[in-house]
C-alpha cells in the first residue's frame, strides 16, 4: 500500500498517513489578552495524580456530612 492509498471505513475515508505535526490540533489553547497557552498532549501521570487528589477532596467533603 503505497502513502497515497485512500482506506475507506464504514463512516470516513481515512489516510494511510499520519498527519503532520501542523495538522495535529493541540489538546488546550487558551487566549487571555496577550497571553497564548498551547498544551499539546498531557502526560497520564498529571491526569492519574489530578483524578486522585480530586477522588480524595471529594471523599474528605462527602465524609464531613
Known amino acids: 500500500?503505497?502513502?497515497?492509498?485512500?482506506?475507506?471505513?464504514?463512516?470516513?475515508?481515512?489516510s494511510a498517513t499520519p498527519p503532520s505535526s501542523a495538522e495535529v490540533r493541540?489538546?488546550?489553547?487558551?487566549?487571555?489578552?496577550?497571553?497564548?497557552?498551547?498544551?499539546?498532549?498531557?502526560?497520564?501521570?498529571?491526569?492519574?495524580l489530578v483524578t486522585t487528589i480530586g477522588g480524595s477532596g471529594v471523599t474528605a467533603l462527602w465524609m464531613q456530612r
Open 26 to 48: 493541540p489538546f488546550l489553547e487558551l487566549n487571555v489578552g496577550g497571553m497564548h497557552l498551547k498544551v499539546q498532549r498531557v502526560p497520564g501521570w498529571l491526569i492519574a
Open 1 to 14: 500500500m503505497t502513502p497515497q492509498t485512500q482506506l475507506k471505513g464504514t463512516a470516513m475515508t481515512v
